[in-house]
């Protein structure tokens, strides 16, 4: 089975990237997905991260999620006790997901990871994709969906800046521009990684 790696900085359109590839038909694993899933209600995360940070981070029996992303991105000790929670219960999910693939035989799956370089799992992955856009458009995007730009800028300097990522991944996606570019963009990509994977060594 073949993994690829998905990965792009916040505001920089990777969800659309990661829609477009599955009604190509790819499988994708979304460790955005993975990391909801682990801090439902009733889950073994949501109770550390509760003991963590205090009951003020839950909301109708919920975690608020946008509070504790307030805290969280402007605290660097916060973030990397929340990142210590949930990133090994992200891990597990991921392996299950995994395994089903591979149960189901399926021969290429994408690995949507927000943090794929920051974290060096590059190694993992023979092929990386990453969704780019100028660290402005970054900003601006986030500021149209309602956060403060300082909150924007704070997220981002939690991550490798944009332009770094784009000398390390195989293939890059240029999504500041239409959405028809992005998504021909994305059919090249695919068509290429496929080929090759049905081509063999």
Known sequence: ?????????????????????????ATVIDADEGARAVVEPGTLGFERVVAEF?????????????????????????LARLNAIVHPLVREWTAQRLAEAAKAGTEIV??????????????AFPTTILVWTPAQVQVQRLVARGMAEDDARARM??????????????????????TE??????????????ASVSSGP
């Open 1 to 25: 089975m073949e993994l690829i790696g998905l990965t792009g900085g916040i505001g920089s359109g990777k969800s659309t990237v990661s829609g477009f590839l599955r009604e190509l038909g």
């Open 54 to 78: 205090g009951g003020e981070m839950v909301r109708d029996g919920r975690l608020n999620r946008s509070r504790l992303a307030e805290l969280v991105f402007h605290d660097p000790p916060a």
């Open 110 to 123: 994408v690995q949507d990871i927000p943090l794929l370089f920051e974290n060096g799992y590059e190694a």
């Open 157 to 178: 300097a939690n991550q490798l800046p944009i332009d770094s990522k784009r000398e390390r991944a195989t293939y890059v996606i240029d999504n500041s521009g239409s």
């Open 181 to 194: 570019s992005t998504r021909a963009q994305t059919v090249r990509v695919w068509t290429s990684i496929t």
